[in-house]
Structure formats: structure tokens, C-alpha cells
């Protein structure tokens, strides 16, 4: 008798004492759900006798066993790319016990053992949006995060199921796409939830301060280092480490950050003693990877580190439905910011003009746009005029809002800037409204703005603003 019919006859058969489990599987961002018998085991592989079909073309034919008794256990079958359990990879052959909510690892699949579903009745059904899996995972998204894209729940809520686990993940997308708060949301999602969130761009740091950011200094380590001062991935030990733009890190520097991936411990520059660390990686790009590991501007061997789950994260334009969603809550947001005792509404005209737009700066230029908005109505509710992009051409004659208050003719006065808009960056005038709000507390004003302080002294010195000073006790 097969393994499969073995499935068959003795699913349900009451042999086990605790609650029916079922096995998830995670894969190209659909979920499919098996449900588990209660004594028997499942083949898990890409070959079409398989018991549980993982399509990734990084799994073997055969890849593991999950044997299901008085205990659930995993064996590893060999393949080339292993079997990972709670982000350890098994030895050849290796058979391990694992509790339900652990996630197992296989190619670039990820599977979780979990409660069944009382809606499980199928040996295998695709998960949508709405599904137990996809929702289950979901409730533990926070609550602020706009997920209105049928894609976007599914990328979330497998973002919310891989971080239960240790695991590397590099997310792909466009520059202003959300990369840094999916980062976050896997970050809140994990048992690191309470310890610290850092991030770091690495393309906004010569070497040497990317070196001395990651790893720390010792004090006369160079010149300026005045004192010894520990590197981020110290201080972020227990937590999470965001690597934004990790395709432009220098080659030395991904040579340490091989290193430390694979012994989690740490030499400050011009240091002897090695510091032991934990942190979980998340990395983001919006390069592809890739082509820069076959072009030998980035390291084989380090990609295949960070990259231990991808997830690809899509550009706005193809996620209009959370083009209104997410405007309004920008909308409330520069509000509050900017000191407006009414909240202004966005009238129909100009919504139609922010859905007709293309965003190629996606979201950050879709907060940019609201901001700006808000900042021109003075008060008021957000007219089609108010709605202003960075590509939008100045008209010489006005044309009345009536005459064409659609998509595909927008009339000249929505495009042409407000007056004195040419002199104000939208972002100063931000940064200096939440200054203003926070009574020139720049700790308080950073946070508001979603920003460390550390950048916001930096955009201050870069609009010329006078940084706020402290008041002297009379």
C-alpha cells in the first residue's frame, strides 16, 4: 500500500488525543491547505507522487517526510537545498519533532503545521484572500497597515506566517512601494516583536560609516572616533535589522555581513574580541539581485543568505484599490501634522485625479501629493486643483473645473500650481509644521514623521531650516 493510501484510510480515524492539525503550504504567494491525518506520512516534494505538491522549482522530486503519530516529526530526504525547521537546516537524512506553528522550510516554500479548520474538508483547497490561512495570518498584521489589493493580503499574510520563524527575507519592489513598513509588519509579527526594529539604507553611507554603523568602533579606531561605540547589529541584538537598498552595499562590507550570517557574532573596527549577537535580517532592493549576483556585483553566497524567502512587493499603479484608502489615511495624518482643526475631505474630482495618475514614486509620492494638498486648500476640502505631481506641466489659461472634471481631461487649473507652489517643498513645509506641532521637540517631531532622528537633523540641514534649541532653565 502507498504512503498516499495509507493517508487516505487513516485520516480521521480518531487515533490521535489532541486537536486535527493541518499543513499549510506557502508558495509563489498561494496558500494551499492539506489537511493532516491522524497517524500516517506525507511526502512533501515537486514530483506528481507526492503527497503534498510544493510547486518551486528549487524543491526536489521527493524533498521530506512529515511523519504524523503520537508526535509530528520532519525528515529530510536529501535534496540538494535541504529542509529548514524553524529556520535550522536539518542534516541528510536528519528526522526532527516539531510542534504545530512551526514552519519548515523547502526550496523557497515555506509549510506551517496548524489547527485545522472546521472548513477543511477537501484533501487540498487554494486559499484565496478570504480564506482561514490567509485570515488567521493576517490578524496578527497591525492594524494600521491598508491592505485593500486581493495580491497585497496574500503577500501580508505570508509575511505574517514567515515571521514566526527565524528566517532571512528579502523583499523586491520599487523605490516607494512600502518596502521599509512590510519590514516592520514582519518585524511585529515575530516573537522579536518587543525588541528592536533598526534600519539602515545602505546606499546613503560611504564604506567606512557603513562599516562603522554595522559593526561599531572601538575608541582611536580612526580618525574622529573619540570614543568606542557599539555597532547597530549589537544594539539591535533580540530584534530585527532592516538592510534598505541592499544591493548598493560596498563588496567588503558584504563579505563581513557574509561572516556574521554565518557566525552571529561581531568585531568593532580596530576591535580584537568578537561580540555575540542575534538579530533576524530583513533586506530589501529594489534592484534585481539577481542579475547583479551574474554580473559579480553582488555575492553568490550572500544573496542565497538574505534571500531565504522572497517577496515581491507591487508597484501602486497595480494596486489601485488602495490608491483611496491610503489617501485618506495620509489625509488625516498631514491633519493632525500641520495643526488643521477640520479635516479636509478629498471631493470626488479630485480622487478621479489621483486614480487616473500613474505614481511612479508609488506610496512616499502619494504622501508627498496629499501632504501638498493639504498644505494648498488652506483648511478647505481637497479640490481637483489641489492635487499636484512632481510631472504635472504649469498651463498658461485656466480652464472652469465643469468643462472636464474627468479621468481623461483634466482641466488646466487642476494642473496649474497654486500660488507661491513653485517656492514650497512640500516636505519642508512638513517637517517644519511638525516641528511646530511639537513645539520644536525633535524627538517627538521624528516619530511623527516616521523618521530616525538622526534624518530629520539631516533634512533639516539640507532646507536650511535652524534646528530647534533646547530652552535654558531661567
Not at 480652464?399 to 514650497?424: F, I, K
Not at 530616525?452 to 539640507?462: C, F
Request: glycine share 10%; proline share 6%.
Amino acid at each position: 500500500m502507498s504512503e498516499q493510501a495509507t493517508i487516505e484510510l487513516e485520516h480521521g480515524s480518531g487515533g490521535g488525543s489532541g486537536p486535527s492539525l493541518e499543513l499549510v503550504v506557502m508558495a509563489n504567494e498561494v496558500f494551499v491547505r492539506y489537511p493532516m491525518p491522524a497517524r500516517g506520512v506525507m511526502v512533501l516534494g515537486r514530483g506528481s507522487g507526492a503527497d503534498v505538491q510544493v510547486e518551486d522549482p528549487h524543491v526536489s522530486r521527493r524533498h521530506a517526510r512529515v511523519h504524523v503519530g503520537a508526535t509530528v516529526e520532519v525528515e529530510d530526504l536529501g535534496g540538494p537545498n535541504g529542509t529548514f525547521v524553524s529556520g535550522r537546516r536539518l542534516a541528510r537524512s536528519e528526522r526532527t519533532s516539531i510542534e504545530p506553528g512551526a514552519v519548515i522550510g523547502v526550496g523557497q516554500a515555506f509549510l506551517v503545521v496548524q489547527p485545522q479548520s472546521a472548513s477543511a474538508g477537501r484533501w487540498s483547497t487554494a486559499a484565496g484572500p478570504g480564506s482561514d490561512a490567509g485570515s488567521s495570518a493576517l490578524r496578527h498584521v497591525p492594524a494600521h497597515i491598508v491592505i485593500a489589493d486581493e495580491r497585497m493580503r496574500q503577500l501580508y499574510a505570508l509575511a505574517a506566517l514567515a515571521a514566526r520563524s527565524p528566517i532571512n527575507v528579502l523583499i523586491l519592489g520599487e523605490t516607494g512601494a512600502g518596502k521599509e513598513m512590510l519590514a516592520q509588519t514582519i518585524h511585529s509579527c515575530s516573537d522579536r516583536a518587543r525588541g528592536p526594529f533598526l534600519a539602515l539604507n545602505c546606499s546613503g553611507l560611504s564604506e567606512a560609516l557603513l562599516e562603522s554603523e554595522l559593526f561599531g568602533h572601538e575608541k582611536g579606531a580612526f580618525s574622529g572616533a573619540v570614543q568606542t561605540k557599539p555597532g547597530l547589529l549589537e544594539t539591535a541584538s533580540g530584534g530585527t535589522v532592516f538592510l534598505d537598498e541592499v544591493g548598493d552595499m560596498a563588496p567588503a562590507i558584504q563579505a563581513r555581513l557574509l561572516r556574521v550570517l554565518e557566525v552571529p557574532e561581531v568585531r568593532r573596527v580596530g576591535g580584537v574580541k568578537s561580540h555575540r549577537i542575534d538579530v533576524r535580517f530583513v533586506s530589501a532592493t529594489n534592484r534585481d539581485l539577481a542579475a547583479a549576483v551574474r554580473a559579480d556585483q553582488f555575492r553568490q553566497d550572500l544573496y542565497f543568505r538574505l534571500n531565504v524567502l522572497t517577496l515581491r512587493l507591487p508597484p501602486l499603479r497595480d494596486r489601485r484599490s488602495e490608491i483611496q484608502p491610503l489617501a485618506r489615511g495620509f489625509l488625516t495624518q498631514a491633519s493632525r501634522t500641520m495643526g488643521r482643526g477640520r479635516e479636509p475631505v478629498l471631493t470626488t474630482e479630485a480622487l478621479a485625479r489621483l486614480r487616473a495618475h500613474d505614481w511612479p514614486g508609488n506610496v512616499r509620492e502619494l504622501r508627498n501629493v496629499i501632504d501638498r494638498a493639504v498644505l494648498f486648500s488652506r483648511g478647505r476640502d481637497i479640490e481637483a486643483e489641489h492635487i499636484q505631481f512632481d510631472d504635472a506641466p504649469a498651463a498658461s489659461k485656466p480652464v472652469a473645473p465643469e468643462s472636464a472634471a474627468t479621468d481623461a481631461a483634466v482641466p488646466s487649473a487642476a494642473r496649474r500650481p497654486p500660488p507661491h507652489a513653485e517656492a514650497a517643498d512640500p516636505e519642508r513645509e512638513r517637517i517644519v509644521g511638525v516641528l511646530e506641532a511639537n513645539a520644536g521637540n525633535q524627538s517627538r517631531a521624528a516619530i511623527n514623521l516616521g523618521i530616525s532622528r538622526r534624518t530629520l537633523l539631516n533634512r533639516l540641514d539640507k532646507y536650511g531650516v535652524p534646528r530647534p534649541r533646547k530652552a535654558r532653565p531661567g
